[in-house]
């Protein structure tokens, strides 16, 4: 069974300092990754996916995210923040068995302070 | 965007009613889901679709059930709602070809009373 672990429900930045989302996965298969960000009353939308082309993986707006096989990782960062970053970020995890099945983690809140 | 639409967006029901929600999809892709949303537990899969007339639970499929009869519909009903099936539904689909992600709807927030 696949699983995702999203370290801390709430993570707090100030404006221009590092951004790190933590998330762990558990799969008995290679597996797919995905982060999403989800902003107030709206669906989700892809930051950045990892597919096994390339371990560091750039997305969307400054994110990149890395695949440590070794680590069962798949952390999110951002160099510097901005204030429009302020959201709730998924991890989710696929199978590259054919299922399509897309198991997420529980979230995490970033807040940037000014 | 994805051409997903969920409907209704927003709705209040009375403990035991039945409701449904529906989801219509112009990209005609293979793979349907509904998931749902709660503070603390992130997105849960309710029920997934592969292909018309061919649904299979996920990990919260209890006091649920969906139907396909169309590539574009799939729709998830609450047979009979209870107050903690409160909660904002996204339905998702994609095409189940390679590395392809997941594309979400709006939301519907369903509020029972």
């Known amino acids: 069974a696949q699983s995702v672990t999203q370290l801390g429900s709430h993570v707090s930045v100030s404006e221009g300092a590092l951004v790190l989302l933590r998330c762990n996965y558990s799969?008995?298969?290679?597996?797919?990754l995905f982060w999403y960000v989800q902003y107030p009353n709206q669906g989700l939308q892809l930051l950045l996916k990892?597919?096994?082309?390339?371990?560091l993986v750039k997305g969307i707006n400054g994110f990149e995210a890395e695949f440590k096989k070794s680590e069962t990782s798949f952390h999110l960062t951002k160099p510097s923040a901005h204030m429009s970053d302020a959201a709730e970020y998924f991890c989710?995890?696929?199978?590259?068995?054919?299922?399509?099945?897309?198991?997420f983690g529980t979230g995490t809140r970033l807040k940037v302070l000014a | 965007d994805a051409g997903i639409t969920q409907s209704p967006r927003h709705k209040v029901t009375e403990t035991g009613t039945p409701v449904t929600l529906r989801c219509h999809q112009t990209e005609n892709h293979r793979y349907m889901y509904w998931y749902r949303q709660d503070p603390g537990h992130g997105l849960r899969l309710i029920h997934y679709?592969?292909?018309?007339?061919?649904?299979d639970k996920g990990e919260v499929s209890d006091g649920y059930s969906v139907s396909r009869s169309k590539t574009e519909d799939f729709l998830l009903t609450l047979e009979s709602a209870t107050s903690s099936q409160t909660s904002v539904y996204f339905c998702a689909i994609t095409p189940g070809q390679g590395d392809t992600e997941a594309f979400f709807g709006q939301g519907t927030r369903l509020t029972v009373v």
């Open positions: 679709s592969y292909g018309v007339k061919d649904t």
């Open positions: 990892y597919t096994s082309a390339a371990t």
């Open positions: 799969s008995s298969v290679p597996p797919y």
């Open positions: 989710a995890v696929s199978s590259t068995s054919g299922t399509y099945k897309y198991i």
